[in-house]
């Protein structure tokens, strides 16, 4: 690992420090997740002791923002390129940011392709001379990068484990906060790789577990609120259309 590039994440929201950390393949990149912070204070304190080459922030974080980071690391760091995340398309944000030194400056929710495409850039200046034309992602058969399918198996999978977990609440925008993408985004994703919508996953996996209460003795009243109706009518009418019969005739 000592080769790889040190990258350190600062954002105040743990579910996009984690889904940025973990679903996205920094090793093939050359580059390694080395701390996250919740704020700016915690990355200068990090870089004080620790090495660091690269640098993804938001903006808007307490104690001290993504630009007072990036003035402080400018002075302080200069050689280490810094990409912030921004939630708002705000043109001020960006010019402020630019006048600041950033190397990139990206839009909240960031998709795969753009967070691939920005890092691939930085990073090749960095280590690279500028005339080196900077290296070509491999591709599959269907002209994707290849490294997307397993970014989208791991986000998919995450999203099935929350789906699961928490079949009466599951949402898709539940699910779009817990990865940190657009709920269009998830959508897009979730039946690329599933051949199935995500209402389709999330009914699916509420009768399946609604069978399963009802096998074990569960009123239909307590089954359709366990897997998230309030209304036990609805519920029934819903599991028939799933399963071929009334929930009361399930139980037997």
Request: hydrophobic share 40%.
């Given at each position: 690992?000592?080769?790889?590039?040190?990258?350190?994440?600062?954002?105040?929201?743990?579910?996009?420090?984690?889904?940025?950390?973990?679903?996205?393949?920094?090793?093939?990149?050359?580059?390694?997740?080395?701390?996250?912070?919740?704020?700016?204070?915690?990355?200068?304190?990090?870089?004080?002791?620790?090495?660091?080459?690269?640098?993804?922030?938001?903006?808007?974080?307490?104690?001290?923002?993504?630009?007072?980071?990036?003035?402080?690391?400018?002075?302080?760091?200069?050689?280490v390129p810094v990409i912030l995340l921004s939630a708002?398309?705000?043109?001020?944000?960006?010019?402020?940011?630019?006048?600041?030194?950033?190397?990139?400056?990206?839009?909240?929710?960031?998709?795969?392709?753009?967070?691939?495409?920005?890092?691939?850039?930085?990073?090749h200046s960095a280590i690279a001379p500028e005339s080196?034309?900077?290296?070509?992602?491999?591709?599959?058969?269907?002209?994707?990068?290849?490294?997307?399918?397993?970014?989208?198996?791991?986000?998919?999978?995450?999203?099935?484990?929350?789906?699961?977990?928490?079949?009466?609440?599951?949402?898709?925008?539940?699910?779009?906060?817990?990865?940190?993408?657009?709920?269009?985004?998830?959508?897009?994703?979730?039946?690329?790789?599933?051949?199935?919508?995500?209402?389709?996953?999330?009914?699916?996996?509420?009768?399946?577990?609604?069978?399963?209460?009802?096998?074990?003795?569960?009123?239909?009243?307590?089954?359709?609120?366990?897997?998230?109706?309030?209304?036990?009518?609805?519920?029934?009418?819903?599991?028939?259309?799933?399963?071929?019969?009334?929930?009361?005739?399930?139980?037997?």
């Amino acid at each position: 690992m000592s080769s790889y590039m040190k990258l350190v994440i600062a954002d105040d929201e743990p579910n996009i420090r984690d889904s940025l950390s973990q679903l996205f393949p920094w090793e093939e990149l050359g580059i390694q997740v080395v701390f996250l912070a919740a704020n700016g204070r915690e990355v200068l304190d990090y870089m004080e002791m620790n090495p660091v080459d690269l640098l993804l922030a938001d903006i808007r974080m307490p104690v001290m923002d993504g630009l007072e980071l990036t003035q402080a690391v400018r002075q302080a760091y200069p050689e280490v390129p810094v990409i912030l995340l921004s939630a708002f398309a705000d043109f001020e944000y960006a010019r402020t940011a630019l006048r600041f030194g950033v190397s990139a400056y990206l839009t909240k929710p960031v998709n795969y392709g753009e967070l691939m495409k920005t890092f691939r850039a930085v990073t090749h200046s960095a280590i690279a001379p500028e005339s080196a034309p900077a290296p070509a992602p491999e591709t599959a058969g269907d002209g994707q990068p290849v490294s997307y399918k397993g970014y989208y198996n791991e986000i998919v999978t995450r999203i099935q484990v929350y789906v699961r977990d928490n079949v009466d609440t599951a949402s898709l925008i539940g699910a779009a906060e817990l990865t940190g993408l657009s709920a269009s985004y998830v959508s897009t994703i979730f039946h690329r790789c599933l051949n199935q919508t995500f209402s389709d996953f999330l009914n699916q996996t509420r009768m399946e577990k609604a069978m399963q209460l009802l096998k074990e003795g569960r009123s239909v009243s307590d089954t359709a609120w366990m897997v998230g109706y309030n209304n036990p009518r609805n519920f029934s009418r819903v599991f028939k259309q799933y399963h071929g019969v009334d929930p009361c005739p399930a139980k037997r």
